[in-house]
């Protein structure tokens, strides 16, 4: 069948091109150009003129070639931090397998490099964790492609979604830099890489669209839907409940776990999750969706010489609120981003923030941007006059917090336990606050409830042989998983053995959960406890210090496959405790540092050395 100019869209010359062009095509090569033509119109290039068209056919080059998706097999690779790219990388291969595809999945701490070069059509769902760094599970793949045994990929079909969060300087780069390494190799980018600040569910469903209309399956639009992409991120039960769709979690206690005169308060809370159908395994996080502190919104709003009840628009589409529920519920303003200042030079021209961002200021804005909140921001440059509605529709929509599960779900069926510790310091004469801390520590009562979701984190698990012996480091709330860990230890009947190491600043008011681990040690589930109490003494001794007076022993439970876990701060704790551990194998194990370096990546890619860090 030919087309014809009066009854299509096309001008007389596109007529007789596609109609010499069409009937050329293999099956294949239309089906590639229906995916080719939705990834097309996902990226928003325009053909309008001849010159357009050249630019087009240098992008459909860029893309992929037709011939290369003549392959059915597709490998799904993701590096995942916290379990949010872990579930989309299942999200995805779902889709993928239902269009017929043949899909291996994997963590890119379980892929063999050597199988690249084998590879045709590779897709990459990977986070950025810290200041750029990859996650875990994915440094010693990040390695490797960035070394000279890399091979050339000119075979290589590829796409890249990159999960990370604007508040930070370097935004998504491990997805930068796995789409430019595998492009700089030869590889072909078969739909253009996507990078996802922390509300990621339109963003990570797009490309998922995007991909699977490249592969040149069916329409992109009807495959997937931002909540079934949600859900897959958070939890592959049967659960309606999900990180888009939240779960009212009645809260059952909340106590402070500090003892009178301690600087700190640690919040142990218990949440119902009956009727919820949402389950979890000891290792995984509980999400919850805080509120801002009235206060903050209350000062935002006179600062600015807004009205609380105007109403204004919710991010995505979501209807309209009353100004004060907009920024007690839904919008971030605890954050300044760059991106975020961006966007308020355009809708202000404020001449002084602009010279903030200007090149050459990048240190004094990376300090500004640390240490200050939306109504400093507002007050330092003088930012009133501009209307309510325009300035919210600059600002991202609040985060979830993640906190690790500190409850054993076999200890405790339909419940789940946190540890939080309480933010609040001073800054510039005002009182600052942790958004979630505080309000669970001031605003949360028993019989109230939380929207909640269940976050797996497959990168932090027991170990799967019951006997094997394992160490846990978690000084402070880092210590919650690992309540989890000996819960389900006792409750599973394993014989294997345990050592904790736990830290903080008092014992007398600081020690979390002692009674507890007194109990598992005179029952004989935890077989080893060193604690350190950095303030009881003179000279501060924190974990890695008792680690190195232990190292004989440590190096003996490793040679026996004790497995390693730590949680707890990223920028410090986990670093010193990193370099104890390589330490420990120079020292005992007569290695050189470069070996034992070599020995901990092993011992990650084993599974056998496991963080959960932040």
């Not at 699977?212 to 495959?223: D, E, H, N, R, V």
């Not at 690790?404 to 069926?413: K, T």
């Not at 027991?462 to 012996?469: G, K, W």
Request: aromatic share 8%; glycine share 8%.
């Amino acid at each position: 069948m030919e087309l014809q100019a009066n009854n299509s869209p096309f001008t007389q010359e596109q007529t007789e091109l596609l109609n010499r062009l069409l009937p050329t095509l293999s099956q294949t090569q239309l089906i590639w150009l229906s995916g080719y033509i939705t990834a097309i119109q996902g990226t928003g290039i325009q053909v309008t003129s001849s010159a357009g068209a050249s630019s087009a056919a240098q992008f459909i080059t860029e893309i992929a070639p037709p011939a290369a998706l003549d392959s059915k097999e597709v490998t799904v690779l993701f590096g995942s931090q916290t379990g949010n790219s872990s579930g989309l990388a299942k999200k995805l291969t779902k889709k993928l397998e239902e269009q017929g595809f043949q899909v291996t999945l994997n963590s890119m701490s379980d892929f063999k490099s050597n199988q690249l070069k084998k590879i045709e059509n590779l897709l990459i769902i990977v986070s950025t964790h810290g200041e750029g760094e990859p996650p875990d599970s994915a440094i010693a793949f990040h390695e490797f492609l960035n070394s000279k045994r890399a091979p050339k990929l000119e075979h290589l079909n590829f796409s890249v979604l990159a999960l990370g969060d604007t508040s930070y300087e370097f935004f998504c780069q491990t997805g930068k830099d796995f789409d430019e390494r595998l492009a700089e190799l030869g590889g072909s980018r078969i739909t253009p890489r996507v990078d996802c600040d922390v509300d990621f569910d339109e963003s990570a469903a797009e490309w998922m669209s995007q991909v699977l209309g490249a592969l040149g399956q069916t329409s992109a639009a009807s495959l997937v839907s931002v909540s079934s992409v949600g859900a897959a991120a958070s939890v592959t039960t049967e659960s309606a409940y999900s990180r888009s769709n939240p779960f009212q979690a009645e809260v059952l206690e909340n106590l402070n776990l500090n003892g009178r005169g301690s600087d700190r308060e640690t919040r142990h809370l218990e949440l119902s999750l009956e009727g919820s159908g949402l389950t979890y395994e000891a290792g995984d996080s509980l999400g919850i969706y805080p509120q801002n502190h009235p206060q903050l919104v209350e000062d935002i709003i006179n600062a600015s010489g807004w009205n609380a009840e105007e109403l204004v628009p919710l991010s995505k589409n979501k209807g309209e609120v009353p100004l004060r529920e907009a920024l007690l519920t839904h919008y971030e303003i605890t954050v300044l981003t760059k991106p975020l200042l961006e966007q308020i030079v355009k809708i202000t021209a404020n001449a002084e923030l602009r010279k903030l961002l200007e090149p050459g200021n990048e240190q004094q804005l990376r300090s500004y941007v640390t240490e200050h909140d939306l109504l400093d921001l507002i007050q330092d440059y003088k930012l009133e006059g501009i209307s309510a509605v325009n300035f919210v529709s600059v600002l991202r929509k609040i985060p979830a917090r993640l906190y690790s599960i500190a409850s054993s779900p076999s200890a405790y069926p339909d419940e789940v336990h946190l540890t939080v510790r309480t933010v609040r310091y001073e800054h510039k004469g005002r009182g600052r606050y942790g958004v979630c801390s505080t309000q669970l520590a001031e605003r949360t009562e028993p019989g109230e409830a939380l929207p909640v979701f269940i976050q797996q984190n497959d990168g932090f698990k027991l170990p799967e042989n019951p006997d094997a012996p394992i160490i846990m480091i978690g000084p402070g709330t880092g210590v919650a998983p690992f309540r989890a860990f000996l819960g389900e230890r006792e409750e599973s009947g394993s014989e294997g053995k345990n050592w904790l190491f736990y830290g903080d600043q008092h014992f007398a008011t600081d020690f979390l959960y002692q009674v507890e681990w007194q109990r598992w040690l005179a029952d004989g589930v935890l077989t080893n406890m060193d604690v350190a109490f950095s303030r009881d003494t003179d000279q501060k001794v924190y974990v890695q210090h008792r680690m190195q007076e232990r190292s004989h022993e440590i190096y003996e439970w490793l040679q026996q496959g004790a497995y390693i876990y730590v949680c707890g701060d990223e920028k410090k704790m986990a670093h010193d405790v990193h370099s104890t551990l390589a330490t420990i194998l120079v020292l005992e194990g007569g290695m050189t540092m470069e070996q034992a370096t070599d020995y901990l990546i092993e011992l990650q890619q084993q599974k056998r050395y496991q963080r959960d860090v932040y």
